[in-house]
């Protein structure tokens, strides 16, 4: 527990209670002293991060997200940028192409308001279990206006819930639903949000 006004961090440990049913043990910061609290157990969302923010994975301005980059496992990278004007085009390619401003919006909003459906663990101590060693989809969204250099959402196996996925840089693991991951998958971007122009 940090508290910015005192500028000073506090940590209580929760030992384990071997089964016991008078309640939980805890200890404060480096203290030696035990303490017994007359709860059964912690409850679920006390030691889930997501739980404080309503499971928003981050807060964004759709507004001011300036790209947004799609790599697979073994692809290139596929991307829209935005131009002066507001609208978003493919990025790196011969002009031939534009982007179907619903589905863009559509994913765009989906970024802006991304929300996990729960959470999974903190600091894990290998990736690999969630397929985030070598993720899936790696969604890159670059920002202006703001002194932040974006976001990278790392989006690992599935699992019958959704997909685990991660922020690259932070230590949460959490799970995206199936339809939220879908819409801003490599074949949306490529296949549909990304198309030919009509020539003739």
Do not use: C
């Not at 863009?104 to 663990?121: F, G, I, P």
Request: no cysteine.
């Amino acid at each position: 527990f940090g508290s910015s006004t005192l500028g000073q961090t506090n940590t209580i440990h929760v030992l384990p209670n071997h089964g016991r049913k008078d309640g939980i043990r805890i200890r404060r910061d480096d203290e030696e002293t035990i303490y017994q609290l007359n709860l059964q157990a912690v409850q679920d969302h006390a030691t889930d991060p997501l739980h404080f923010k309503n499971k928003r994975v981050w807060k964004l301005d759709a507004d001011e997200i300036q790209k947004v980059a799609v790599k697979g496992r073994e692809s290139l990278q596929h991307a829209v940028e935005r131009q002066a004007d507001g609208t978003f085009v493919p990025s790196g390619t011969n002009g031939m192409l534009y982007v179907d401003s619903s589905i863009l919006e559509s994913l765009l909003k989906n970024l802006e308001q991304l929300s996990a459906s729960s959470y999974v663990t903190y600091d894990p101590r290998e990736l690999s279990g969630y397929g985030l060693d070598q993720p899936l989809l790696a969604v890159h969204v670059s920002l202006s206006g703001t002194n932040q250099l974006g976001r990278v959402l790392l989006v690992g196996e599935e699992t019958d819930q959704g997909y685990y996925a991660m922020v690259q840089g932070r230590d949460v693991v959490f799970v995206l639903e199936k339809r939220i991951v879908d819409s801003f998958s490599k074949r949306v971007l490529i296949e549909q949000a990304i198309l030919p122009l009509d020539t003739e």
